[in-house]
């Protein structure tokens, strides 16, 4: 049984391309998904991404919790209420449990955006630890959430009334601000500045509706793939895993193992890699020629050794395949991808690959 | 909804096929399938003067989605390919059945027309794999 947004009616009623994404019914595109990337990168879109979970943690020892529980260091966030952190939930060896973006609310609220299609498993893994920190976890079913992304969002945004002007005007990149039911971020998953915005379900359809009647367009999980892969911004499932830690997975910038004296889970599994010394990087490619990079295609290095694509497509933005492959660690600057029975010669390059619409 | 124009035959794997008055034939995709590929992005085009068995693969379609092989619909000869597709891959979803054209062929025997598809037929077979 798949799940449908409150946008459902919605994304039909503008004849989106339904499709399945992690057990729930969401709109791939709405026409182009190509037109709808670059309405991002040039003016102003919205993305349905009611599917994503909230989690939100209550007690006076959430913040140990969280220390214990993520990657990253909450601890970051102490000085200042409403900042947002991005970091990796681990296991026991280090593997990837989730990717998430937690905010710092209050000294005893903090609120998780977590995937959809871990949600489950991540509640179930919080819980687990959770009780014995005293506590409680409330899972925000009843929310929707979009996301509204480009150079004009922020302005967009504002223009819905006096509460969404009040909240984004002053707020600063990474930070959260919550007004009575209305929580809004200026995060996203595009590499354009933004919000990502948290609402009661009741309330979406007509803020959803202005932003449309206001030349915001409407957009959908294909654009925001090739968006997040132009951003060089990792997909969970695909670029990060139960089965390789962030150290391997370009993520490294996203672990405090400062200060030392910071138990987390899979903090000894990181250091245990270090020790033995990596072998893994994340790395970037574009393909020189025509055709297009798709994830699970071969990666071949000058010096034989292969790696896999993890995330791959078409940049609208560079008019020409990008891709994120899984390399052995080195200082390779070409490859060649095995693509329809041919080698075909791609550079390897830094993440991003598109920055602030242009390409790098 | 697809559009399957009447006046059109069709192949299984989602060609269209334009019988014109000097025999030869044009050949695109269907509407119903640039829908499920979704933007174009890169297209490979055949050789003019390649001979061509039914069935054979003769152009590789790329979208956003996956890359797809067109199929020759029948035997023949390639008369013309559509180079402006290659530079402008989204006429094959703006106008698939207009100047997103793919290519021209001479078929070898005009009785192999009858093994295509009618509008009916090809409407019947989008709905079962629906």
């Not at chain 1, 930070?175 to 009661?200: M, N, Q």
């Not at chain 2, 035959?9 to 030869?24: A, F």
Request: net charge negative; aromatic share 8%; hydrophobic share 40%.
């Amino acid at each position: 049984m798949t799940q449908r947004t409150p946008l459902y009616n919605a994304h039909v009623a503008l004849g989106a391309r339904m499709v399945d994404f992690a057990g729930w019914e969401m709109p791939l595109h709405y026409g182009s998904q190509i037109e709808e990337h670059h309405a991002v990168r040039g003016g102003a879109g919205v993305f349905d991404i009611s599917h994503m979970g909230v989690i939100d943690l209550h007690g006076n020892r959430s913040r140990d919790l969280l220390r214990y529980l993520l990657a990253n260091d909450v601890a970051r966030l102490d000085t200042t209420p409403g900042r947002a952190l991005y970091s990796c939930m681990l296991n026991e060896r280090g593997g990837v449990v989730d990717d998430l973006i937690v905010s710092y609310m209050s000294p005893i609220w903090y609120r998780l955006v977590v995937n959809a299609a871990t949600f489950d498993k991540d509640f179930n893994w919080i819980s687990r630890h959770a009780s014995s920190f005293a506590v409680d976890l409330e899972s925000q079913e009843d929310l929707a959430m979009i996301a509204v992304q480009g150079p004009q969002a922020r302005q967009q945004v504002h223009q819905l009334g006096n509460a969404y002007l009040t909240l984004g005007q002053s707020l600063g990149k990474f930070y959260a601000a919550t007004k009575g039911d209305v929580f809004i971020s200026r995060t996203g998953y595009t590499g354009e500045d933004g919000y990502e915005i948290i609402l009661p379900a009741d309330d979406l359809e007509s803020i959803w509706q202005q932003l449309l009647d206001n030349g915001v367009k409407p957009c959908g999980l294909g654009a925001r793939d090739t968006l997040r892969l132009e951003a060089g911004m990792s997909l969970y499932g695909q670029d990060i895993d139960d089965n390789h830690t962030p150290l391997e997975s370009g993520l490294a910038w996203t672990v405090a193992l400062q200060p030392a004296s910071r138990q987390f889970i899979g903090r000894s599994a990181l250091q245990q890699q270090l020790d033995a010394g990596l072998k893994w990087q994340l790395a970037g490619l574009r393909l020189e020629g025509r055709g297009v990079m798709r994830s699970g295609l071969q990666v071949t290095l000058p010096d034989q050794q292969q790696g896999v694509i993890t995330s791959g497509g078409f940049s609208p933005t560079r008019q020409q395949s990008i891709a994120m492959a899984r390399l052995p660690l080195g200082d390779y600057q070409t490859a060649m991808v095995t693509l329809r029975q041919q080698q075909l010669p791609a550079t390897v390059m830094k993440l991003p690959f598109v920055r602030h619409g242009q390409p790098l | 909804m697809s559009e399957i124009p009447a006046e059109l035959k069709y192949s299984p794997s989602h060609e269209w096929i334009r019988v014109e008055p000097d025999g030869t034939i044009c050949v695109g995709i269907t509407h119903h399938a640039q829908d499920l590929l979704g933007d174009m992005v890169f297209i490979e085009l055949p050789e003019v003067g390649r001979q061509l068995s039914h069935g054979e693969e003769c152009a590789v379609i790329e979208s956003v989605k996956a890359a797809s092989d067109i199929y020759a619909p029948l035997a023949g000869t390639i008369t013309a390919v559509n180079n402006s597709v290659e530079a402008a891959p989204e006429l094959l979803n703006q106008q698939p059945y207009g100047d997103g054209w793919i290519l021209k062929m001479q078929p070898d025997a005009a009785t192999d027309l009858h093994k295509l598809l009618d509008a009916a037929g090809y409407s019947a077979l989008v709905a079962s794999e629906a």
